[in-house]
């Protein structure tokens, strides 16, 4: 998917409103779902398996 269909779905009125989540590090991302993720004793189906190590939200993340 393209950045213009990403606009269109999110119904921004101007490139630049989406652009500006394409340079979202990963701390920040990590941050937002701290803060507005479900609670921790939700389970989720887009939730990834438990590898064992603890990067594995971020190893998920990183493929989105």
């Known amino acids: ?3 213009r ?3 269109e779905f999110a119904g921004h009125a101007s490139i630049r409103s989406t652009a500006r989540y394409l ?3 990963l701390n920040y991302k990590r941050r937002i779902l ?3 993720g ?3 004793y939700v389970a989720s189906s887009m ?3 438990r ?3 603890t990067g594995y939200i971020l190893d998920w993340l990183k493929d989105l």
């Open 47 to 49: 939730e990834p398996e």
């Open 34 to 36: 701290d803060q507005f």
């Open 5 to 7: 269909q990403i606009q």
């Open 23 to 25: 340079d979202t590090d």
């Open 38 to 40: 479900p609670p921790h």
């Open 51 to 53: 590898s064992g190590s």
């Open 1 to 3: 998917m393209g950045i």
